[in-house]
């Protein structure tokens, strides 16, 4: 089965947005050994959406498609998809009841063109939003498949996996397509390319499952790709192959596939039975935000201090005066001293903690922009670590975060080492 | 002029990696009065890619692409552009040099493989690569134009600013093309239907400037774009069009073009001279991190805490504890007492807090997930909100943390408005 992928939005050519809608569907349908041969952009224009569309119809049986699906004057994907398919639009019920629901909840009057959203093309199949009002829709006629997401992309992403990722699966497996099954390690503490050096002659003798690995923020993810009849022929390839990679980089592989870092130190702290508080200055509370993106983090996460000023490092964190005056907020010492104050003044059994100079401004030759120390404490001790970090702004706390939970991913592996 | 964009290469199709150059290009031929109707991404794969670029050349003068003129097998743009415009590829004898002394200073032995790239289609300009060894070129034949560029994203910039993007903008400009201006105004407190309807009429009255309204986290966007003979013409017609409608929304409009709301605020704050603390709950340091991506943020923001749990809501906040034991830590009384603990134990001018249930689990019928309350307090007193938000674990976070910024935002404007 051939999709083609659709991007509706002038604003996508006027490169004010990066697309990536088109990026996550693409990997997603990969998975499903879904061949995506091309995908397509076109503005808020309705002839030449229409005629885009005619082109990978008849180059592709599915068009799917992001965008102009909300409630305003260029919201055009629903109208021109249905002329198109030759149909018209008509009033979907269902639809039309969640709109209103969500209106009189939020006191909205302006029913009418909200309830525009709620016409989808007569025939087709409403894609439910289980995060906004606008429905998307699957329309099947002669043999093509036309299929309308929002543009929001948490919308689109919860429709796509609730609905339209487990429709194109079961159209996939019933036409006998053959099964990919990836599989991605993750690893963090170690470069892309010593990575590939490390499993260079993996790479080279392996083409079923293929390895690629791919650059992050300060991690590395070896994607592992097997095509077989079935998925457990795939995986039963993948296996080996998976396991000899283990043996030469266990020490920098913290998890697989979709499993964040902060979600495999959750496990580990509950694992251990230990609770952790987060001393935050460059960060500005990254960290703590990571953390607790993860579900059931409240069970073991316990606090973050984002000390900004100095007078808060001493205030909330109990740093001494002493130290900042003699070596500073940017130092070892303080970073220590944050560590031990986020453990101290939460009760928690660890302390992590990061001080740093993110810039732009603030950097001296002493002391340049980027320099950042961590520090975790616990029952043990303390340890501490300069960084030299280069990057913008952004770049230079989301790298100092990284590093923060690779420090104390090391400790907790350490310590299940011994005592498991 | 109309130009097609083209992006080359299997791992856009598989989602592999965002588009990033798309974009960036279609941003400067918008600025250039250019017109872009389509984007294409097409795989390594000769005949699919030729059959493209037939399409493309019967819609657009011109085709500029990225991606595909790397040394190895699958890099396929520069013979597939040459035989879809008629002629061949033959050695281009500067670019074959630049490779050879390239070559020599690094020791590189390959030469054959590197020396594929400077073959070029008979007859096309080749484009210097600043940073890199292959070479991009621009073909024209029958008044129809195909541009090459390497998909390596310092290269492409390079060559685009220095060679691609002034060459069509001289043609631009040979052919009266229009200047592009673009103006986007940032608002809060509003949906799109809303504010749609408030400007309707402008929008339906406008075809220069265009209007559009785009849909972000808790904001809307309204884009003005306004093309004329130059730049100050352009900026002529906005300018009654933006005053009208900032007219009507005032209230809502933070801002504008790239400005985050965090930024706007910071400049409110240091015109204040007021300082600013944060308690969070349910965002976990979100709130704090958006708003110290500003540089400059230490001089008025002085700390986050973030009190995940109850205990630290007493410990470092100073919650009482007979209030969450009352109210629970979701309540109005907590998010005040927070904010008051926020302000206090920092010494800050304004505390502003947030607690709420972020799920997907602890919901209850009484408190559902999603359920939010916010506080400001300052010398005048304490403020509280409640929200039901709706969407993923993330989504209620990034919710929460725009609703708790634009309850500040309304704060400070309401206080500059009395003292201004």
Sequence with gaps: MRVELFSVGTELLLGEIVDTN??????????????VYHKTTVGDNAERLAAAVRVALERAEVVLATGGLGPTEDDLTAAVFAKVMGTDLAPD????????AFAQSRGITLLDRLLKQARLPRGAEAVPNPVGTAPGFILSR????????PGVPAEMKAMAEQTVLPYLAARARGEGSAALVTRTLRLVGIGESQAEAEIADLIHAQTNPTIAPYAKTMEVHLRLAARAADEEAARALIAPVEAEIRRRLQPHIYGADDEALEE???QRLR???????????CTGGLIGHRLTNVPGSSHYFLASMVTYSNQSKVALLGVPEATLAAHGAVSPETAEAMAEGARR???ADIGLSATGIAGPEGGTEAKPVGLVYLALADEEGAVVEEQRLRGDRLMIKER???LALYLLFRRLQAQAEVTG
Excluded at 93 to 100: F, K, P, S
Excluded at 271 to 281: D, I, M, P, R
């Design 93 to 100: 019920e269902v639809a039309a009841e969640r709109i209103r």
């Design 22 to 35: 088109a990026a996550y569907l693409a990997e997603k349908l990969s998975h499903l050994g879904v061949d």
């Design 142 to 149: 002669r043999g093509k498949t036309v299929i309308a997401l």
């Design 271 to 281: 694992a251990a039975g230990k609770t952790l508080a987060v001393a935050e200055s």
């Design 345 to 347: 003044r939460s009760g």
């Design 264 to 266: 495999r130190l959750g």
């Design 400 to 402: 100092t975060a990284q």
